[in-house]
């Protein structure tokens, strides 16, 4: 099975950016949506933001202005640009890729911590 990775994450101050990328590699062929969660301590797990393969994106409520998701079909990678970063955005980032033959697949996750 084909585990897509994670990287980007990393220590920075509260109205900062990061750039997020996930990588699905190997022979893959129409990987369908991808997308990005989080999951903070002590709470569950949240979706960021998705975007199929045709490119229809959905953010969640608390994301929009600030997220940005974005794919590269050919490289099968995913990115998320995230600005004004504030202390609740820390979590560990996980990205999801739905890749057949084998279906939804989760990355590690990758550690985001702002600091105030």
């Known amino acids: 099975q084909v585990q897509p990775v994670e990287s980007g994450g990393g220590l920075v101050q509260a109205g900062g950016s990061l750039r997020l990328s996930c990588a699905a590699s190997g022979t893959i062929f129409n990987i369908g949506d991808m997308g990005w969660y989080r999951q903070a301590p002590g709470k569950q797990r949240e979706l960021v933001a998705t975007i199929t393969s045709r490119g229809s994106i959905k953010y969640a409520d608390s994301m929009k202005g600030r997220f940005t998701i974005s794919r590269d079909n050919a490289k099968n990678t995913v990115y998320l640009q995230m600005n004004s970063l504030k202390p609740e955005d820390t979590a560990v980032y996980y990205c999801?890729?739905?890749?057949?033959?084998?279906?939804?697949?989760w990355g590690q996750g990758t550690q985001v911590t702002v600091s105030s």
């Open positions: 999801n890729a739905y890749i057949p033959p084998w279906g939804s697949s």
